[in-house]
């Protein structure tokens, strides 16, 4: 089924575990001292909150949901290639009740 492949659940401790690698490729230099801070945490282990205090926000560990705007630790990535569309668990379950009304 082709659209399994494009609907995915989100990784959060995936994406926490790219945090560096993506901070240093947006903010090559280091000139707030954020990535020395992030590359001595235990980035598989770690909480994001804790990331998050590091970063000030919460843009670099979390879904950003498309519906609700707000950020979540949980949901649902949609790609098709071309575009990305974030939906929290929230979200979905309002979108499966409207489907099923
Ligand atoms: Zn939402």
């Not at 994406?15 to 980035?43: C, E, F, H, M, T």
């Not at 879904?63 to 071309?82: K, Q, R």
Request: with cysteine.
């Amino acid at each position: 089924m082709r659209a399994l492949s494009r609907i995915q659940r989100f990784n959060q401790r995936a994406q926490i575990a790219g945090v560096l690698r993506s901070w240093q490729q947006q903010y090559p230099g280091d000139k707030d001292g954020v990535a020395k801070k992030l590359a001595a945490l235990n980035l598989k282990r770690c909480s994001p909150r804790t990331v998050e205090k590091i970063i000030g926000n919460k843009s670099w560990t979390c879904l950003f949901c498309s519906a609700c705007t707000e950020y979540h630790d949980d949901g649902i990535v949609f790609d098709d290639g071309d575009r990305t569309i974030l939906l929290c668990g929230e979200c979905l379950t309002i979108a499966s009740k409207l489907i099923e009304a």
